[in-house]
């Protein structure tokens, strides 16, 4: 059974498998194997990850960062799976059980977030390393951003990947509401309400509220560095902060249609309405901008894209793979942006509803962000590497100007 949430208020053969706390902490892990595996990728491909995010180096015998965070993914991994075999002998799939043991997964859940504050030497990050993630989390939590030469490209990435786990946020939050809640449990069928009609789609507006406020801070930067004529007026930045705005009327629209108990076919229309001429804008400028902005393609530019210097809609360098890679992973990249489609489709739109596709799209969206990550570091590298300073592009209209260093676009 796997039914529908709307009509049916019982554990489907999903949640009593793999309950709500169990799919939160599998893609937390999951995200720490990604990062490990961008990592050592990028650096078989000599490219200095931890320079570019001002990551403290690795000295002597230490071992390279992706070896650490190999470890650290191990661990988690082998607790997780001790954690769930446990669980399922405990419960035996039986309802009433999965539901009595909640308090089970929930020290799963503790362990992860313990070892982000006192993580073990041999297994985690050093200390210097944990510190600097904890800074860099506080910092990006309020909408900070680091100067350049502090690590504002480390900033921009962590907050890149809290938007990716939006969704994931909410689902945490959920797990504790409901545990907490008077006759609650963490491993029910999950209460997407609990809290409020309100408090979890704002938690999932957080992430997008975060980069909006650092690409305006950005562009305030710009608009007090020297030289304004070589840097632009910060326009790119207004434009990057209204990419995210349009995440907002995407999370309003759908907890309307969501919590809404009205008969007034009109205002259920205009709702349906509303919600898909949000998501049609938010995954098509969000497409957009990941390619033209964040991976330097030249697909979306008419004067460029058929330059003889590089692959049609490509640009000259390309370290990550082959042309026939980067045109897989763009339209890889649109049809994970556009996952809603499904609640389109006869046939599928309640199923887009079950907890086994909910969990689906989220782990998409994560597999997204994990492949989005390589090009957007290869990208950041070239534009590092081209201007021999170590610097990007924007980072150069913030720091000394010397005009003899020009930025070539083409890398």
């Given at each position: ?9 019982r554990l ?7 309950p ?7 893609i ?6 990604g ?28 071992p ?52 982000f ?51 994931v946020?909410?689902?945490l939050?959920?797990c ?6 008077r ?10 309400n ?10 999932m ?34 434009a ?17 249609q ?27 400028y ?13 697909l ?7 330059s ?6 490509l ?6 793979h ?11 990249d ?32 994560v ?17 590092n ?8 592009v ?13 930025y070539?676009?083409?890398?």
């Amino acid at each position: 059974m796997d039914g529908d949430p709307s009509v049916e208020d019982r554990l489907d053969s999903f949640s009593l498998t793999f309950p709500l706390p169990y799919r939160v902490a599998f893609i937390i892990v999951l995200g720490v194997w990604g990062w490990a595996l961008n990592l050592h990728y990028l650096y078989a491909l000599q490219i200095d990850v931890p320079s570019l995010i001002r990551y403290p180096p690795r000295v002597g015998s230490q071992p390279p960062h992706h070896k650490s965070t190999y470890r650290l993914a191990s661990f988690l991994s082998a607790t997780l799976c001790f954690s769930i075999v446990v669980f399922w002998l405990l419960s035996r799939r039986d309802p009433k059980l999965v539901i009595d043991y909640d308090w089970w997964p929930m020290t799963y859940l503790l362990l992860l977030a313990v070892l982000f504050v006192i993580p073990l030497r041999s297994l985690a990050v050093s200390h210097t390393g944990r510190s600097r993630l904890l800074w860099t989390l506080k910092r990006v939590s309020i909408g900070g951003l680091a100067e350049a030469k502090d690590g504002k490209f480390g900033d921009i990435l962590l907050a890149d990947a809290l938007t990716s786990y939006a969704k994931v946020l909410g689902d945490l939050f959920v797990c504790l509401c409901m545990f907490l809640s008077r006759g609650g449990s963490a491993t029910k069928r999950p209460d997407r309400n609990c809290g409020g009609d309100v408090f979890v789609p704002l938690l999932m507006a957080v992430p997008s509220m975060i980069r909006l406020r650092q690409c305006l801070i950005e562009y305030l930067r710009v608009r007090r560095a020297p030289y304004k004529e070589s840097a632009g007026w910060g326009g790119q930045h207004l434009a990057n902060a209204a990419k995210y705005a349009t995440a907002f009327p995407v999370i309003i629209f759908s907890a309307l249609q969501r919590n809404l108990a009205t008969q007034d076919k009109n205002v259920s229309t205009g709702l349906y309405r509303a919600w898909l001429v949000a998501m049609l804008v938010n995954s098509l400028y969000s497409f957009y901008w990941d390619v033209a902005k964040d991976w330097d393609l030249t697909l979306f530019s008419a004067k460029e894209r058929n330059s003889p210097e590089h692959p049609f809609g490509l640009r000259r360098r390309l370290m990550i793979h082959k042309p026939a890679v980067y045109y897989a992973v763009v339209g890889l990249d649109l049809a994970l942006r556009c996952t809603w489609v499904i609640k389109l489709t006869p046939g599928l739109d309640h199923v887009a509803d079950f907890e086994s596709s909910i969990f689906l799209i989220q782990f998409l969206e994560v597999f997204r962000r994990w492949v989005w990550i390589f090009f957007r570091v290869e990208a950041e590298w070239l534009r590092n590497t081209t201007t021999g300073l170590g610097l990007g592009v924007d980072d150069i209209l913030l720091g000394v100007y010397d005009s003899s260093d020009k930025y070539d676009s083409d890398d």
